[in-house]
């Protein structure tokens, strides 16, 4: 079992900061991907920011130069900086991690509960 909880939303105005933190736990083998994804209100989830296993970074580019993702890797944890947030970026962020659980050999998606986001004045 791998369970991931979620940190950090809340409310702020625009041009303001957050910072999201996801800490997996359970029975992990190896984690070799670790991702922060975005649902708005009625809209598709999207993937906002990723990280992998050597650490090479993807982003949207929509936070490009105002987002960055990072990891700590001794603790199983993501973290989203974000910074000079918009209204827009308003929205349901959850956290995915790509891992190996004990006594498989293959890899599987997990997800987090969602924590919101809400830039507005």
């Known amino acids: 079992q791998v369970q991931l909880v979620e940190s950090g939303g809340g409310l702020v105005q625009p041009g303001g900061s957050l910072r999201l933190s996801c800490a997996a736990s359970?029975?992990?083998?190896?984690?070799?991907?670790m991702a922060w994804y975005r649902q708005e209100a009625r809209k598709q989830r999207e993937l906002v920011a990723s990280?992998?296993?050597?650490?090479?970074?993807n982003y949207a580019d929509s936070v490009k130069g105002r987002f960055t993702i990072g990891r700590d890797n001794a603790k199983n944890t993501v973290f989203l900086q974000m910074n000079s947030l918009k209204p827009e970026d308003t929205a349901v962020y959850y956290c995915?991690?790509?891992?190996?659980?004990?006594?498989?050999?293959?890899?599987?998606?997990?997800w987090g509960k969602g924590t919101l986001v809400t830039v507005s004045t």
């Open positions: 359970g029975s992990i083998v190896s984690i070799y991907q």
């Open positions: 990280i992998g296993s050597g650490g090479s970074t």
């Open positions: 995915n991690v790509g891992a190996i659980p004990v006594g498989s050999s293959l890899g599987m998606d997990y």
